[in-house]
């Protein structure tokens, strides 16, 4: 991002925010968090000066008939969502601050009977990230038990351990706050963060929040969209329709003649009043959406007034164009920052975007921690859920990527890994990409190289099979399928990601992924992928 963007957009340098963010960690001084602790985003973030409050989601609905319903005056958040309080135990933590007290109230255990003194680890030091440099000359970082009265840290066993709150303990809440200021710096006053199990449970939560099963709402979504979400969203009663996508993901111009002429009869279900979409890398078809994508994007679900939970997994692993001279390539923390396309939650005037961010894809997935961002009010619906369901995220995943993320790399040093991160998977993609040159028939197999994420979508042009107009596209698809594990080779099939499974397939489609195997295995797999298309296709 130039300069004049950064002005447009009204957007800081991420360097000058940290800079702010340390001086005001600095003036605050030590953070004083203890057991079950509350906090919120408000504790730790900077001025939000002249930004108006986000717009509320819980309007009354008028009374209508539901075949004229529109979605303009119902009331966003379901039923089961509106009827959440607050936990009482949690409420009652927040008098465990006050000097003398003597708790006979809540069910926190001893941390005198927590089985773990200590844990170790050994983490690469800033910027030096790969395996063998970690491994001559990485750090041991040791966590205790009661490092905190110790005076040799902010967060220990003692407190990550025990029961906390919903939102997760104060200290990763300052981190995650502090993080989201630097990257996203929402252009609304009352934004917040929430800590999660992972993006699939945030998911869950979201789809309960906003969508009812005796409303007959439904979800719109990319025409192939991730499985995981669809399987997610459709057991709860809500109905999923996808909507038409090119290279760049959603055509805004497509989802708006959709949601426009909306048959309620028809479908079986209200217009979609929730958007789910992931702008960067999209799992499956790797597409990335440009800013002026998202712009268009945005400006139709404003036009519809939709809820948009943007789904953010590969946002950091956004990158260089494949091809690209090197010599372009970001070299700096600013430069890195500014070359990201600004998430929906960097543009959201409204407040009517949940960002679901996760470290899965990132550092590593078994730690099922992640965050959402989005107004207070839809915060506070969140908590609610969360205090019942998953209670929080893990305290060990909590206090081990405390002390990786704050106490160590700190909010540049992050930034700088996820710079490493995305030199990695560029050439992962780049190796990917070569295969498929190489050994793809180029007049069958077409693709466009992914600008982001993990995966490539592979076209295969049906209309050039012998078999064309005979037999049924799904089973040439599962024939060319078959092929590929007989020779040695595993592909994920398109019809595994419509988002309408009663929609007979209208192509064949196939998501390949380059994030594990090595540059060789990839050659070999692609090598078999083809022979596998050109048996098939005779």
Same mark, same amino acid.
């Given at each position: 991002? %130039?300069?004049? &963007?950064?002005?447009?957009?009204?957007?800081?340098?991420?360097?000058? *925010?940290? +800079?702010?963010?340390?001086?005001?960690?600095?003036?605050?001084?030590? &953070? *004083?968090a203890g057991v079950a602790a509350a906090s919120n985003s408000d504790m730790f973030k900077g001025p939000q000066d002249g930004k108006p409050n986000a717009k509320r989601w819980d309007r009354e609905p008028p009374t209508f008939s539901v075949r004229n319903s529109t979605n303009s005056a119902v009331d966003h958040l379901s039923e089961e969502s509106r009827m959440r309080q607050p936990c009482a135990l949690k409420q009652a933590a927040r008098h465990l601050n006050k000097p003398g007290l003597i708790s006979l109230g809540g069910g926190l255990p001893s941390s005198q009977v927590f089985p773990f003194a200590e844990l170790s680890m050994k983490i690469p030091v800033v910027p030096e990230f790969s395996e063998q440099s970690t491994?001559?000359? +990485? *750090?041991?970082? %040791?966590?205790?038990?009661?490092?905190?009265?110790? +005076?040799?840290?902010?967060?220990?066993l003692s407190i990550a351990l025990n029961y906390g709150q919903a939102t997760g303990s104060a200290q990763m809440m300052r981190f995650l706050t502090e993080h989201t200021e630097i990257i996203c710096q929402p252009p609304y006053a009352d934004w917040a963060v929430c800590q999660t199990i992972g993006s699939t449970g945030a998911l869950e939560q979201a789809v309960r929040m906003f969508c009812d099963k005796n409303r007959r709402d439904a979800v719109l979504t990319e025409e192939f969209s991730f499985s995981t979400a669809l399987e997610t969203i459709? $057991?709860? +009663? *809500? =109905?999923? @329709? =996808? %909507?038409?996508?090119?290279?760049q993901g959603i055509i805004p111009a497509a989802m708006d003649d959709l949601l426009s002429n909306w048959d309620e009869s028809t479908r079986g279900f209200r217009k979609p009043h929730v958007l789910y979409t992931v702008p960067s890398g999209q799992n499956p078809t790797g597409a990335t959406q440009g800013a002026e994508r998202r712009r268009a994007i945005y400006a139709a679900a404003q036009k519809h007034d939709m809820v948009i939970i943007e789904d953010e997994p590969y946002f950091f692993l956004q990158m260089e164009p494949y091809g690209q001279n090197q010599d372009r390539t970001a070299h700096t923390v600013d430069e890195f920052v500014d070359s990201l396309v600004q998430p929906y939650v960097s543009i959201d005037v409204d407040g009517r975007v949940m960002r679901l961010d996760s470290f899965s894809k990132v550092l590593a997935p078994g730690s099922r921690l992640g965050w959402v961002v989005a107004s207070q009010q839809l915060i506070e619906r969140y908590q609610r859920h969360a205090e019942v369901a998953s209670q929080g995220p893990s305290g060990f995943s909590q206090v081990i990527l405390h002390k990786l993320l704050d106490e160590t790399w700190g909010h540049e040093g992050y930034l700088k890994w996820l710079m490493n991160l995305r030199t990695e998977y560029t050439l992962k993609r780049d190796a990917l990409m070569a295969a498929c040159e190489k050994h793809l028939p180029r007049d069958i197999v077409s693709w466009t190289p992914p600008a982001a994420g993990m995966f490539v979508w592979l076209t295969v042009d049906h209309t050039k099979h012998p078999d064309h107009g005979k037999r049924k596209l799904e089973d040439i698809e599962q024939e060319i399928f078959d092929a590929c594990i007989d020779g040695g080779v595993l592909v994920a099939l =398109?019809?595994? @990601?419509?988002?309408?499974?009663?929609? $007979? &397939?209208?192509?064949?489609? @196939?998501?390949? %992924?380059?994030?594990?195997?090595? $540059?060789?295995?990839?050659?070999?797999?692609?090598?078999r992928f083809g022979d596998a298309v050109r048996a098939s296709f005779r």
């Open positions: 991002m %130039t300069a004049s &963007l950064r002005m447009l957009y009204n957007r800081a340098p991420a360097t000058k *925010v940290i +800079g702010e963010i340390q001086k005001r960690r600095a003036d605050a001084g030590k &953070l *004083v491994s001559q000359s +990485g *750090v041991h970082e %040791t966590i205790g038990k009661y490092d905190i009265q110790n +005076g040799k840290a902010e967060y220990d459709e $057991p709860l +009663g *809500v =109905g999923t @329709f =996808g %909507t038409p996508i090119d290279s =398109g019809s595994w @990601f419509r988002a309408e499974k009663h929609v $007979p &397939l209208s192509g064949l489609y @196939f998501r390949a %992924t380059y994030a594990m195997a090595s $540059p060789e295995n990839m050659d070999i797999a692609i090598s």
